[in-house]
């Protein structure tokens, strides 16, 4: 069992981030594009070594649902229906801690593999 643990989890009113304040005191606004593109599901995870999927055009994704998992985790829902996401509060912890390299670490492997953080196509 971790000893961190969220006092707050809260969505912003775009819905394009979500306010993680954690029991010591420290606090981070996580992007929701960040936490889509890097949910710890299998279908982005895969199932074992090398298997991690790059999700490109998620620049606009929005949390839809945020429903607890036990006393451990929160399941995030994106309204781009992606729903399968257990985000531990340790890795919510991780993703806020490292957010700026994790960035550039995704954005690097856009750019290598050709893809974008838009969607394609024509915008709304």
Known sequence: MSDI????LRVSKDRHRLLVTFNDGASFELSAELMRVLSPSAEVQG????QKVTVPGKRDVGIMT???TGNYAVRVGFDDLHDTGIFTWTYLRELGENTPSLMAAYEAELAEKGLSRDRPGPRR
């Open 5 to 8: 643990w969220p006092t707050e």
């Open 47 to 50: 199932h074992g070594p090398g």
């Open 66 to 68: 945020m429903t607890p």
